[in-house]
């Protein structure tokens, strides 16, 4: 499943549109002029073209499939107590120390906004629990506990 919320899942479409109507045609151009100019093997122009050419066109397949695969969530409908996907939640450190973090899908984590993956192993403590309830993360620098403080949908 690949959940993504409709701000993410914009951000895909846009990405595609610009490559397949924009970068991709003008490449296209450059490259077909390129070819013209004689001996390939040489031709920077060409050979730097192609292999954009084909960069771009694994980038299209795989947004392609990830819209077509994508379940969008809207954060913004959700309702409830409980630790969700697009929840925006609020937790305190046992060291102390608060942390807010929104649950999006994989292709919008953003570490600097603290948006983090469905299917990170933060999430995964959150998702489920309600305000009050203690969570107990592993990660490599030791395990971390916490206490949930809030949940918003936004």
């Not at 959940?3 to 397949?20: A, D, H, S």
Request: net charge negative; no cysteine; aromatic share 8%.
């Amino acid at each position: 499943m690949n959940y993504i919320t409709p701000e993410g899942f914009n951000k895909l479409q846009e990405e595609f549109r610009v490559l397949f109507n924009e970068e991709r045609p003008k490449l296209v151009e450059t490259v077909a002029w390129a070819a013209g100019n004689g001996d390939r093997s040489e031709n920077g122009d060409y050979i730097y073209g192609k292999k954009r050419l084909r960069e771009i066109d694994s980038r299209l397949l795989f947004l392609r499939d990830r819209i077509e695969s994508a379940q969008v969530v809207d954060p913004k409908t959700l309702t409830g107590d409980k630790v969700v996907f697009g929840a925006t939640v609020t937790i305190e450190q046992e060291e102390g120390g608060k942390k807010i973090y929104q649950i999006v899908g994989e292709d919008e984590i953003d570490p600097a906004k603290n948006r983090i993956s469905w299917k990170s192993p933060m999430a995964k403590a959150l998702l489920g629990k309600s305000a009050g309830d203690e969570i107990e993360i592993d990660r490599p620098a030791g395990v971390l506990y916490a206490e949930i403080m809030k949940i918003v949908f936004k």
